[in-house]
């Protein structure tokens, strides 16, 4: 269980300490700045253990949120928290940056009583959180007793993360499928590993208590659906359905269900929430192709000739492409030459940075770059770092498609037609490289 | 200094140090690194050549990076280019960015090595010192190949200015600690030991050091550097305080110098020459008379340079350990420190207090202030300081303070620093031993030191004790009465009960007749301790149980049911549960003379080196224990242990520091030594003994043992006559193998030559194992096996001895049962 939780500015100065546990001692906070914040190297471990005391961290700009433990714990479990430490503190106050904790941080303590009684993770769900830690202070809205009881009835209830009694004139659903693609392919264009991490992250606006179902293409359902015959034709759904290798879900949804019958059904927080998330490794849509050509002329030269082509329906347009090639490390000149968008050399990231600000799917685009060479005595081969890629598509690179969402609210009389519902696609670019 | 003409301070690296200093996090400080890199690269690519200023602007800019933990691979020949410049300061940062970045590559040394020596053998003294500078920072081999021979050149040449022969004669010095082969001084001795004469104190200064580590090295060579270093102190001491100007350091003439000529002499034996020693002994006096002046000033830097001196006259003065007079004075000068309020001075006061002790002009001298020491181990608040008392406290322990010393040791240790306990504990064992002068004082010590400090008193401690409780016949039961008491306190230390259970196990009978401690009581005694003890301490006590079994037959129903208990006899360590069973089917089975046998008194261990010693010695490093004290230790060693000439039985006690080391010694671990048969593997013994015997008959007293033995391993073999395939291994690997593994072992012999590899058919068929290499007759067959029959297992041994001439054979067979022996024979003359 987690014994405290630390937040440093950039510098190492404690700005939020919060001891649980009585096995966490002054000097964890020292120790945990000494090793880590001023380290000689970089610490790249997330876990770092120090005399018998393991520090989990996380980094958000300049902030270090760190939970410290002297058990043996969960690590998985310390970490989900802090990113929903992060996505707390963003609801309540935005960014997460020294100033906001600064000007925030009896919010903050009060929050991490909330969240966390005697290290153990409580209820984090920003709207539940909402209606009993405010900012204005008791003062500006005034509670009545029935208010408080209902607020403790439905935080230690059964369904803890909406309140009863919502109402909106408008009933209305936003979701989002946002995904990362992440690759890395070989210089001959070999794909030696990929795989799509997404999540489907959902804005209900909706009264009363509805009960949700959201149906998506995967396979498994998608088969089951094919073997009773009630849909086409098997060829066609089966390069349809995408096969999810796993997922995790909100709490709303009622994992039994999924498990019997794999239907996602649920009753929504209000507001904004993550729903799923999930993992694809199959048949994933690659949006761009890197084709690297790196030629050494003699010691002190280099040509780098690299084309991106866009491998999607050419009515779709991917945006903020950047392509990064690196240089190595005794350049001492370069000259670029690019037909689209602009090409610069970074100096400070040892890097040529190629960006464009708009592409059409099945195009292509090329860059040529002369890369001068200081000759230097050192005798280590440049290692070629992978030329790696940034950008944004707007469809789902894992194949994922929304089948349906369904609402159902007994008691008020509002149909599922009646919901007006927005579905989006995001795709954007993980660690995409090509090695050269 | 040539003047500089351009931008003194670099602006250019100015505002980069700044802007790294003011980058928010550490990724911000990269980027601003690349960023200077790049430019500096591009700058060094340019076309252009670029000026000195800039070029030594851009080299400084890499030394930064490279000293804030970032890899330079670039710029090394822009700082070689540097050294060929005319300026002081390019040249300087030239050296700096040599003397840091460059290590042994070989295209850039041989450039390097040309500029200085073009730097050397310029007129320019600032340049020579740069260059000798370089040469002793970087100090690598090459370097001190290139300038070996030439540096001596320069110290000793009469124009050579005095700043660079400083410099010179540090360089050398750090050239000889490299590479000691490659300085060769040779024809330069004399001329380097006449540096002590040099006009100039700073020279002087530089040289002794050279001197100093050379003579080390080579005394006789720079024998000739005694009487002028005597001349030299003696005209420093004698100066008046305002003579060396410069060199006087708040009224003390030349403290450095002094210090190190005293130093120097100490590589040397008093010198021989009467004029030269009475000078000598003449300055000693002088500096021991200054001490004891009133300062001259308050300054805490005053006292400071004046004791330093002092402390190294002393330091000479106990190295030439020849002159009484000046050792007790030296002494007494120590003991006014010893209640000095800077803790420093009470701390070298009693460092120096230890050499003192161990000579003998003094140790009577530095015993007057016994006291004062006990004092300081009590009331120091320093623990490194109260850590030299205590090590001075053992310095000057002698006979006629010995039982004060160790009792007020004793009393310290309740209180003393963790760190600092096991060697407290190791002391006051040694000086118990060393000293004791009656042997229960010396068991009641050594107890009590388990008593106050048990988790620090290591096994050599009391391995010890029970070494000498078994050697010393007299002490034997006033050492089981103490254990006795001792152990009815409610909680006693593990190793309590280990001494504890050895000396009941095998003198407890000496006690037994006081209905206080009848044999009951002290098994209930040794039992209530049991179950908190670890598993090496249980099998100990297991092992003293079985020991009372013999000595008490009395108490023989009362530890069966205990060894019997299921918390014994299957307890889940596989040694705790062994030990139950073999004791309990032992003390069944066998008759009360094999028992008694079997469980004899430990013979007396022999002589040898304290353990203790040993391991104090090897804690503090040599020469932590004086050679007097070592001497002192032999001497009294002897006495105490009662004479050299028992022994000969070598038991593991002391030597194999295993928790096996054993009582019984009947099974358990490594067979100790080839060479001596120890009880420790009482297997051997019995194979060995059967080997030799030519007329296949084991003597009445090896064959109880024997048989004995045989009961045991029958009864483990829950499963056998499975044969073990132990062809191959040798003698003492197979006994260890049945002490590991329970496996059946069965010997068995003779048979005709040319048949031989019938014969193991036959013998392999019966199932049993062909033992090699066992009997000294390669002609004889030995092997081993289990019978197993409905109602037990029967280990057999055997042997058949083939005579080809007589076209006889004679066959062996030795078993735990004679039906099985005899029906064995039966069956094996059918075979043949």
């Given at each position: 269980?987690?014994?405290?939780?630390?937040?440093?500015?950039?510098?190492?100065?404690?700005l939020?300490?919060?001891?649980?546990?009585?096995d966490?001692?002054?000097?964890a906070?020292?120790?945990?700045?000494?090793?880590?914040?001023h380290?000689?190297?970089?610490?790249?471990s997330?876990?770092?253990?120090?005399?018998?005391?393991?520090?989990?961290?996380?980094?958000?700009?300049?902030?270090?949120?760190?939970?410290?433990?002297?058990?043996n714990?969960?690590?998985?479990?310390?970490?989900?928290?802090?990113?929903?430490?992060?996505?707390?503190?963003?609801a309540?106050?935005?960014?997460?940056?020294?100033?906001?904790?600064?000007?925030?941080?009896?919010?903050?303590y009060?929050l991490?009583d909330?969240?966390?009684?005697?290290?153990?993770?409580?209820?984090?769900?920003?709207?539940?959180?909402?209606?009993?830690?405010?900012?204005?202070?008791?003062?500006?809205?005034?509670?009545?007793k029935?208010?408080?009881?209902?607020?403790?009835?439905q935080?230690?209830?059964?369904?803890?993360?909406?309140?009863?009694g919502?109402?909106?004139?408008r009933?209305?659903?936003?979701?989002?499928?946002?995904?990362?693609?992440?690759?890395?392919?070989?210089p001959?264009g070999?794909?030696?590993?990929?795989?799509?991490?997404?999540?489907?992250?959902?804005?209900?606006?909706l009264?009363?208590?509805?009960?949700?179902?959201?149906?998506?293409?995967?396979?498994i359902?998608?088969?089951?659906?094919?073997?009773?015959?009630?849909?086409?034709?098997?060829?066609k759904?089966?390069?349809q359905?995408?096969?999810?290798?796993?997922?995790?879900?909100?709490?709303?949804?009622r994992?039994?269900?999924?498990?019997?019958?794999r239907?996602?059904?649920?009753?929504?927080?209000?507001?904004e929430?993550e729903l799923?998330?999930?993992?694809?490794?199959?048949?994933?849509?690659l949006?761009?192709?890197v084709?690297?050509?790196v030629?050494?002329?003699g010691?002190?030269?280099?040509?780098?000739?690299?084309?991106?082509?866009?491998?999607?329906?050419?009515?779709?347009?991917?945006?903020?492409?950047?392509?990064?090639?690196?240089?190595?490390l005794?350049?001492s000149?370069?000259?670029?030459?690019?037909?689209?968008?602009?090409?610069?050399?970074?100096?400070?990231?040892n890097?040529?940075?190629?960006?464009i600000?708009r592409?059409?799917?099945?195009?292509e685009?090329?860059?040529?770059?002369?890369?001068?060479?200081?000759?230097?005595?050192?005798?280590?081969k440049?290692?070629?770092?992978?030329?790696?890629m940034?950008?944004?598509?707007?469809?789902?690179?894992s194949?994922l498609?929304?089948?349906?969402?369904?609402?159902?609210?007994?008691?008020?009389?509002?149909?599922?037609?009646?919901?007006?519902?927005?579905v989006?696609?995001?795709?954007?670019?993980?660690?995409?490289?090509?090695?050269? | 200094?040539?003047?500089?003409?351009?931008?003194?301070?670099?602006?250019?690296?100015?505002?980069?140090?700044?802007?790294?200093?003011?980058?928010?996090?550490?990724?911000?400080?990269?980027?601003?690194?690349?960023?200077?890199?790049?430019?500096?690269?591009?700058?060094?690519?340019?076309?252009?050549?670029?000026?000195?200023?800039?070029?030594?602007?851009?080299?400084?800019?890499?030394?930064?990076?490279?000293?804030l933990?970032?890899d330079?691979?670039?710029?090394?020949?822009?700082?070689?280019?540097?050294?060929?410049?005319?300026?002081?300061?390019e040249?300087?940062?030239?050296?700096?960015?040599?003397?840091?970045?460059?290590?042994?590559?070989?295209?850039?040394?041989?450039?390097?090595n040309?500029?200085?020596?073009?730097?050397?053998?310029?007129?320019?003294p600032?340049?020579?010192?740069?260059?000798?500078?370089?040469?002793?920072?970087?100090g690598?081999?090459?370097?001190?190949?290139?300038?070996?021979?030439?540096?001596?050149?320069?110290?000793?040449?009469?124009?050579?200015?005095?700043?660079?022969?400083?410099?010179?004669?540090?360089?050398?010095?750090?050239?000889?600690k490299t590479?000691?082969?490659?300085?060769?001084?040779?024809e330069?001795?004399?001329?380097?030991?006449?540096?002590?004469?040099?006009?100039?104190?700073?020279?002087v200064?530089?040289?002794?050091s050279?001197?100093?580590?050379l003579?080390?090295?080579?005394p006789?060579e720079?024998?000739?550097?005694?009487?002028?270093?005597?001349?030299?102190?003696?005209?420093?001491v004698?100066?008046?305080?305002?003579?060396?100007?410069?060199?006087?350091?708040?009224?003390?003439?030349?403290?450095?110098?002094?210090c190190?000529l005293?130093?120097?002499?100490?590589c040397?034996?008093?010198?021989?020459?009467g004029?030269?020693k009475?000078r000598?002994?003449e300055?000693?006096?002088?500096?021991?008379?200054?001490?004891?002046?009133?300062p001259?000033?308050?300054?805490?830097?005053?006292?400071?340079?004046?004791?330093?001196?002092?402390?190294?006259?002393?330091?000479?003065?106990?190295h030439?350990?020849?002159e009484?007079?000046?050792l007790?004075?030296?002494?007494?000068?120590l003991?006014?420190?010893?209640?000095?309020?800077?803790?420093?001075?009470?701390?070298l006061?009693?460092?120096?207090?230890?050499?003192l002790?161990?000579?003998?002009?003094?140790?009577?001298?530095?015993?007057?202030?016994?006291?004062?020491?006990?004092?300081?181990?009590?009331?120091e608040?320093?623990?490194?300081?109260?850590?030299?008392?205590?090590?001075?406290?053992?310095?000057?322990?002698?006979?006629?303070?010995?039982?004060?010393?160790?009792?007020?040791?004793?009393?310290?240790?309740?209180t003393?620093?963790?760190?600092?306990?096991?060697?407290?504990?190791?002391?006051?064992?040694?000086?118990?031993?060393?000293?004791?002068?009656?042997y229960?004082?010396?068991?009641?010590?050594?107890?009590?030191?388990?008593r106050?400090?048990?988790?620090?008193?290591?096994?050599?401690?009391?391995?010890r004790?029970?070494?000498?409780?078994?050697?010393?016949?007299?002490?034997?039961?006033?050492?089981?009465?103490?254990?006795?008491?001792a152990?009815?306190?409610?909680?006693?230390h593990?190793?309590?009960?280990?001494?504890?259970?050895y000396?009941?196990?095998?003198f407890?009978?000496?006690?037994?007749?006081?209905?206080?401690?009848?044999p009951?009581?002290?098994?209930?005694?040794?039992?209530?301790?049991?179950?908190?003890?670890?598993?090496?301490t249980?099998a100990?006590?297991?092992?003293a149980?079985?020991?009372?079994?013999?000595?008490?037959?009395?108490?023989?129903?009362?530890?069966?049911?205990?060894?019997?208990?299921?918390?014994?006899?299957?307890?889940?360590?596989?040694?705790?549960?062994?030990?139950?069973?073999?004791?309990?089917?032992?003390?069944s089975?066998?008759?009360?003379?094999?028992?008694?046998?079997?469980?004899?008194?430990?013979?007396?261990?022999?002589e040898?080196?304290?353990?203790?010693?040993a391991?104090?010695?090897?804690?503090?490093?040599?020469?932590?224990?004086?050679?007097?004290?070592?001497?002192?230790?032999?001497r009294?060693?002897?006495e105490?242990?009662?004479?050299?000439?028992?022994?000969?039985?070598s038991s593991?006690?002391?030597?194999?520091?295993?928790?096996?080391?054993?009582?019984l010694?009947?099974?358990?671990g490594?067979?100790?030594?080839?060479?001596?048969?120890?009880?420790?593997?009482l297997l051997?013994?019995?194979?060995?003994?059967?080997?030799?015997?030519?007329?296949?008959?084991?003597?009445t007293q090896v064959?109880?043992?024997?048989?004995?033995?045989l009961?045991?391993f029958g009864?483990?073999?829950?499963?056998?006559?499975h044969?073990?395939?132990?062809?191959?291994?040798?003698?003492?690997?197979l006994?260890?193998?049945?002490?590991?593994?329970?496996?059946?072992?069965?010997?068995m012999?003779?048979f005709?030559k040319?048949?031989?590899a019938?014969?193991?058919?036959?013998?392999?068929?019966?199932?049993m194992?062909?033992?090699?290499?066992?009997?000294p007759?390669?002609?004889?067959?030995v092997?081993?096996?289990?019978?197993?029959t409905?109602?037990?297992?029967?280990?057999?041994l055997?042997?058949?001895?083939?005579?080809?001439?007589?076209q006889?054979?004679?066959?062996?067979?030795?078993?735990?049962k004679?039906?099985?022996s005899?029906?064995?024979?039966?069956?094996?003359?059918?075979?043949?």
């Open positions: 269980m987690i014994g405290g939780l630390f937040i440093y500015n950039h510098k190492g100065e404690v939020i300490s919060r001891v649980y546990r009585d966490i001692g002054r000097n906070v020292d120790a945990f700045r000494v090793n880590v914040i380290a000689r190297q970089q610490v790249r997330p876990v770092t253990n120090i005399a018998r005391t393991s520090f989990f961290h996380v980094k958000r700009s300049n902030i270090w949120l760190a939970a410290v433990t002297k058990q714990v969960n690590a998985a479990m310390v970490f989900e928290f802090l990113y929903k430490m992060c996505d707390v503190m963003t309540y106050f935005g960014k997460i940056s020294e100033e906001n904790i600064k000007n925030n941080f009896v919010l903050i009060e991490l909330e969240i966390l009684d005697f290290g153990y993770p409580q209820n984090s769900e920003t709207g539940a959180l909402k209606t009993f830690i405010t900012q204005q202070g008791i003062k500006g809205q005034p509670q009545t029935e208010e408080q009881s209902q607020i403790t009835s935080v230690t209830g059964q369904i803890g993360w909406r309140r009863e919502i109402k909106y004139r009933n209305e659903l936003f979701l989002d499928v946002l995904e990362s693609v992440n690759l890395l392919m070989s001959q070999q794909v030696l590993s990929a795989h799509v991490s997404g999540r489907v992250m959902m804005k209900s606006y009264s009363g208590m509805p009960e949700c179902k959201f149906g998506m293409n995967d396979k359902v998608i088969d089951k659906q094919g073997k009773g015959g009630t849909t086409d034709d098997p060829g759904s089966g390069k359905s995408i096969a999810i290798d796993d997922c995790t879900f909100h709490q709303c949804v994992l039994s269900k999924f498990d019997s019958e239907s996602i059904s649920f009753i929504p927080p209000d507001g929430y799923m998330r999930y993992r694809t490794t199959k048949d994933i849509i949006p761009f192709r084709i690297p050509l030629r050494e002329v010691r002190t030269k280099l040509e780098v000739k690299v084309v991106i082509k866009s491998n999607f329906k050419p009515s779709l347009l991917a945006q903020k492409i950047e392509v990064r090639i690196p240089t190595p005794n350049t000149g370069v000259q670029v030459i690019c037909m689209k968008g602009k090409a610069k050399y970074k100096a400070s990231e890097a040529i940075v190629w960006k600000k592409m059409a799917g099945m195009k685009s090329q860059i040529s770059a002369e890369i001068e060479l200081l000759p230097t005595n050192d005798k280590k440049w290692a070629r770092p992978p030329i790696s940034n950008f944004e598509v707007p469809f789902a690179p194949g498609k929304v089948r349906y969402l369904k609402v159902f609210e007994s008691k008020l009389n509002y149909s599922d037609h009646d919901v007006i519902k927005w989006r696609y995001i795709g954007r670019s993980g660690i995409y490289e090509t090695r050269c | 200094m040539p003047a500089v003409s351009k931008g003194d301070g670099m602006r250019g690296l100015a505002v980069f140090i700044s802007d790294i200093r003011n980058c928010k996090s550490k990724e911000a400080e990269i980027k601003r690194i690349n960023k200077e890199l790049a430019n500096i690269r591009s700058k060094f690519k340019g076309d252009k050549a670029l000026d000195g200023y800039s070029k030594k602007k851009y080299v400084c800019k890499l030394l930064f990076i490279f000293l933990g970032h330079i691979d670039f710029g090394h020949m822009e700082a070689v280019n540097l050294l060929s410049s005319n300026k002081y300061t040249k300087q940062i030239g050296y700096l960015f040599i003397s840091v970045l460059v290590n042994s590559n070989s295209e850039l040394i041989r450039l390097i040309n500029a200085i020596k073009n730097d050397l053998s310029s007129r320019n600032t340049f020579m010192c740069l260059a000798l500078h370089c040469i002793a920072n970087v690598s081999r090459e370097m001190a190949e290139a300038f070996a021979g030439e540096i001596p050149r320069i110290l000793v040449a009469g124009d050579t200015m005095d700043s660079v022969k400083q410099s010179a004669a540090l360089c050398l010095l750090r050239l000889y590479s000691p082969d490659l300085v060769l001084m040779g330069w001795t004399s001329r380097v030991v006449h540096l002590l004469n040099d006009q100039h104190m700073g020279v200064t530089a040289a002794i050279l001197i100093t580590c003579s080390q090295k080579n006789d720079f024998k000739t550097c005694v009487s002028l270093a005597v001349s030299r102190l003696s005209r420093i004698s100066s008046a305080s305002t003579d060396l100007q410069d060199y006087t350091y708040y009224f003390v003439p030349a403290p450095w110098l002094s190190k005293l130093r120097l002499l100490q040397y034996p008093p010198p021989e020459d004029a030269v009475g000598l002994v300055c000693l006096e002088t500096i021991l008379n200054k001490a004891q002046e009133p001259k000033s308050k300054k805490v830097q005053h006292s400071n340079a004046k004791n330093a001196i002092l402390f190294e006259a002393i330091s000479l003065i106990i030439y350990d020849s009484p007079n000046l007790v004075r030296a002494c007494n000068q003991g006014q420190f010893l209640q000095h309020r800077e803790t420093n001075l009470r701390y006061a009693l460092e120096s207090m230890c050499t002790a161990s000579s003998e002009f003094s140790h009577e001298a530095v015993k007057t202030h016994i006291e004062t020491v006990i004092n300081a181990l009590k009331t608040r320093d623990v490194s300081v109260r850590q030299r008392a205590a090590d001075l406290l053992y310095a000057m322990c002698d006979r006629s303070n010995a039982k004060q010393i160790v009792a007020e040791m004793l009393s310290y240790l309740e003393a620093d963790y760190s600092i306990r096991e060697e407290m504990v190791l002391k006051v064992a040694i000086l118990a031993e060393k000293y004791a002068v009656d229960s004082w010396y068991v009641d010590t050594i107890l009590n030191l388990i106050i400090a048990g988790d620090y008193v290591s096994e050599e401690v009391w391995y004790v029970i070494q000498i409780v078994i050697n010393r016949d007299d002490v034997q039961g006033y050492a089981a009465k103490t254990v006795f008491e152990l009815q306190a409610p909680a006693c593990e190793n309590m009960v280990k001494v504890g259970g000396i009941l196990g095998e407890g009978n000496l006690i037994a007749g006081d209905p206080r401690s009848s009951l009581v002290q098994f209930n005694l040794l039992h209530s301790k049991f179950h908190l003890c670890s598993v090496p249980r100990l006590l297991l092992s149980y079985i020991k009372f079994i013999n000595l008490f037959p009395e108490t023989k129903s009362t530890i069966q049911e205990v060894l019997r208990s299921d918390s014994q006899i299957r307890n889940s360590d596989v040694e705790l549960q062994q030990r139950a069973v073999e004791y309990l089917k032992l003390s089975i066998a008759s009360t003379d094999v028992l008694a046998t079997v469980l004899e008194e430990m013979p007396p261990f022999p040898r080196e304290s353990s203790i010693l391991k104090l010695k090897k804690k503090k490093g040599p020469g932590a224990v004086s050679v007097n004290e070592l001497e002192e230790g032999k009294e060693g002897g105490l242990n009662g004479g050299g000439e028992r022994g000969g039985d593991a006690i002391a030597s194999t520091p295993s928790p096996s080391a054993d009582l010694g009947l099974r358990t490594p067979p100790v030594t080839a060479a001596a048969p120890s009880t420790g593997s051997v013994d019995v194979f060995s003994e059967a080997g030799v015997n030519d007329d296949g008959f084991l003597s064959s109880k043992i024997y048989n004995t033995v009961v045991v009864y483990f073999n829950k499963k056998i006559l044969i073990v395939p132990l062809n191959d291994l040798s003698e003492r690997e006994v260890t193998i049945n002490e590991q593994t329970p496996q059946g072992v069965f010997v012999a003779p005709l040319m048949f031989r019938l014969t193991c058919t036959i013998l392999l068929g019966l199932g194992a062909l033992l090699e290499n066992v009997d007759n390669p002609e004889n067959f092997c081993a096996g289990v019978i197993q409905k109602a037990q297992q029967v280990g057999s055997l042997r058949l001895e083939p005579n080809a001439q007589a006889m054979y004679r066959l062996t067979v030795r078993s735990s004679d039906t099985v005899k029906r064995l024979c039966e069956l094996l003359a059918e075979q043949f």
